[in-house]
């Protein structure tokens, strides 16, 4: 029975198998190599649409609620909190499984097969600050392949799969930096293509999904209401309004839950008292049009065109002829304090294995936001005697899964 590779993200999942000795990744949506971890419930067609078409029907403003970024929600109470969604009653874990069914269906209608054991990806660490949490998503995880159909997976460390697809190390040591969508990864590894020896292995919380709130955070959330002052019912005072509800509306796993009506009550009583009531105005359409996902996208698709030197985070979704400019400077000082831990997570791998930044002679980055400029050249800086390679940031470690799936 062929093994499935699987590579479950944060924000695309990927599946692939060993054909004569290669990986093959197999096209799971509209021929494409990624699917991404998108779910959108149609409520006026009680459908549940995965995907690129999910993505599509939030983008065309059909009726319904949409999820993206589920891993990261994982190990954590939520999960298992039944809840109307969409058209239905149901846990996170009942969508995360139906997700993964989705995948396991298209890989066999695509090969022609069945696929009931499989070879997932997982990050070194889910929540690398709580290890009760941690230890939880694996579970979780694990619960929600079984759901899915699947009789036996196993679980292989992303940075370790995508050593075993890099090809290797012709000398001294290399190290795989995989920055996804809601984890950083870093495995330090020696030995050549099909004689992969790992040596040590490290992951923290935070990824590209971290990247996008703050970048929210510091350029959009200002004008809904974030940093904003309220004015006291009684008295002349002001007080700087609540954060806990723009940090949520920035992380992409908590959007769907702040269309609730209490959340709504709480913005329509403090645009009363706002000192600029414009902002809260914005908000409160926000809420009530269910946009925070469109505002998320105009974000990541801000990030990547300040990556190439400009980029403009368009906000029509919210206020005709909104938008704001985002320049690689302006990212960079969003970001440092997150390039910084990322960097000392790295510098952490290396030591763990016991060796120095000069042992290190190959880089390897894989994962969306190792695409980032600022990402690539902390690396370069820490590591100044490395190659730095760039394997495909979206199937490198799917690629390697495959590998694992047929030794």
Not at 79 to 86: A, S, Y
Not at 158 to 182: K, N, R, T
Request: include cysteine; proline fraction near 4%.
């Amino acid at each position: 029975m062929t093994r499935l590779g699987i590579d479950f993200g944060t924000s695309n999942t990927a599946a692939a198998v060993l054909v004569g000795g290669r990986p093959y990744v197999i096209p799971l949506d509209q021929g494409e190599p990624t699917l991404p971890t998108a779910v959108f419930f149609d409520a006026s067609r009680k459908q549940t649409i995965y995907g690129h078409r999910a993505v599509a029907s939030l983008i065309e403003g059909r009726e319904g609620r949409f999820m993206r970024a589920l891993k990261s929600v994982l190990g954590t109470p939520l999960m298992r909190e039944r809840r109307l969604i969409g058209h239905e009653r149901i846990t996170l874990m009942e969508v995360v499984a139906r997700f993964l069914t989705r995948v396991r269906t298209s890989a066999e209608e695509h090969c022609h097969q069945p696929f009931t054991t499989a070879l997932s990806g997982r990050p070194v660490h889910f929540h690398s600050r709580d290890e009760a949490r941690d230890a939880q998503a694996a579970v979780d995880l694990a619960e929600c392949y079984v759901m899915a159909g699947f009789d036996d997976v196993r679980f292989l460390a992303e940075p370790e799969a995508a050593a075993l697809a890099c090809g290797g190390v012709d000398a001294g040591f290399g190290l795989v930096v995989d920055i996804g969508g809601g984890t950083s990864d870093f495995t330090v590894f020696r030995g050549a293509a099909g004689a992969i020896e790992v040596i040590s292995s490290h992951g923290i919380r935070l990824g590209g999904t971290d990247f996008d709130r703050l970048i929210s955070l510091a350029h959009v959330m200002p004008l809904l209401g974030y940093g904003s002052d309220l004015r006291n019912v009684f008295g002349n005072q002001v007080n700087r309004a609540p954060n806990a509800l723009f940090h949520d509306l920035a992380t992409w796993e908590k959007i769907p839950f702040q269309y609730s009506a209490e959340v709504r009550r709480n913005v329509a009583e403090m645009a009363k008292v706002a000192v600029d009531p414009l902002l809260w105005q914005r908000l409160a359409s926000v809420l009530e049009d269910e946009t925070g996902h469109d505002i998320a996208f105009a974000v990541e698709r801000g990030k990547i065109g300040a990556n190439s030197g400009e980029g403009v985070i368009d906000l029509r979704t919210v206020e005709r002829g909104l938008s704001v400019p985002l320049t690689a400077v302006a990212m960079a000082v969003d970001l440092a304090e997150n390039v910084q831990e990322i960097a000392e997570a790295a510098a952490k791998t290396v030591s763990d294995a016991g060796l120095t930044a000069d042992a290190i002679t190959k880089v390897v980055m894989v994962g969306g936001s190792s695409l980032l400029t600022v990402v690539g050249t902390s690396m370069t800086s820490l590591f100044p005697k490395a190659e730095l390679e760039r394997n495909d940031p979206f199937t490198a470690v799917v690629n390697g899964l495959a590998i694992g799936a047929g030794l």
